[in-house]
Antibody
Framework: EVQLVESGGDLVQPGGSLRLSCVAS????????MSWVRQAPGKGLEWVAC????????YYMDSVKGRFTISRDNAKNSLYLQMDDLRVEDTAVYYC????????????WGPGTLVTVSS | IVMTQSPLSLPVTPGEPASISCRSS???????????LDWYVQKPGKSPQLLIY???NRASGVPDRFSGSGSGTDFTLKISRVEAEDVGVYYC????????FGQGTRVEIK
């Protein structure tokens, strides 16, 4: 059974930092592009960032460029999101997701971790 | 790439068909001839799950009452006969350049 499990979500003040982690089991993360997707309370899904299997390419949504950094450790079957200079509008559930459907016709999502940015 | 869904709310009667439209701001045709458009459903309190990939391919375990079609910039998700368990928010997502989701369509039972 494929599982992605996120951790690291917390309550943080504006301007603060958090590091999210995602560990995969039953799934070899090293073969796929991996993404972080977020969902603000009561809102829709919003793609945040993605990283190629060998970390050679990384892409970000405009509003997080320069503040968020996506990375991965294939040896640990893990994905990370370093979030700096957090803003109130970054408050959301953050999902780790494997969305490389063109490669294998499958997509995997974790249950999400809640990040709350508030003073 | 901007994704636009309609309608945003869809009350449905069990047993009746339903249809959701998704339009992209540019063609989702890849050089390999496939359309990089996926459909997801997010049921209440759950993570999203894949329904349709590459425009028209049902994901594993998805009932055959769900179908996807379309080309270029216009795509449609159809449910041939809605069941009560189909309640949720449906999203289209382009996978041609990074990823972008539509706003979501909330399907509810009348």
């Amino acid at each position: 059974e494929v599982q992605l499990v996120e951790s690291g979500g917390d309550l943080v003040q504006p301007g603060g930092s958090l590091r999210l982690s995602c560990v995969a089991s039953g799934f070899t993360l090293s073969s796929d592009w991996m993404s972080w997707v977020r969902q603000a309370p009561g809102k829709g899904l919003e793609w945040v960032a993605c990283i190629k299997h060998d970390s050679s390419e990384k892409y970000y949504m405009d509003s997080v460029k320069g503040r968020f950094t996506i990375s991965r450790d294939n040896a640990k079957n893990s994905l990370y999101l370093q979030m700096d200079d957090l803003r109130v509008e970054d408050t959301a559930v953050y999902y780790c997701a494997a969305l490389d459907t063109a490669r294998g016709g499958s997509a995997y999502w974790g249950p999400g971790t809640l990040v709350t940015v508030s003073s | 790439i901007v994704m636009t869904q309609s309608p945003l709310s869809l009350p449905v009667t069990p047993g009746e068909p339903a249809s959701i439209s998704c339009r992209s701001s540019q063609s989702l045709l890849h050089s390999n001839g496939k359309y990089y458009l996926d459909w997801y459903v997010q049921k209440p309190g759950k993570s999203p799950q894949l329904l349709i990939y590459l425009g028209s391919n049902r994901a594993s375990g998805v009932p055959d009452r769900f179908s996807g079609s379309g080309s270029g910039t216009d795509f449609t998700l159809k449910i041939s006969r809605v069941e009560a368990e189909d309640v949720g928010v449906y999203y289209c997502m382009q996978a041609l350049k990074t990823r972008t989701f539509g706003q979501g369509t909330r399907v509810e039972i009348k």
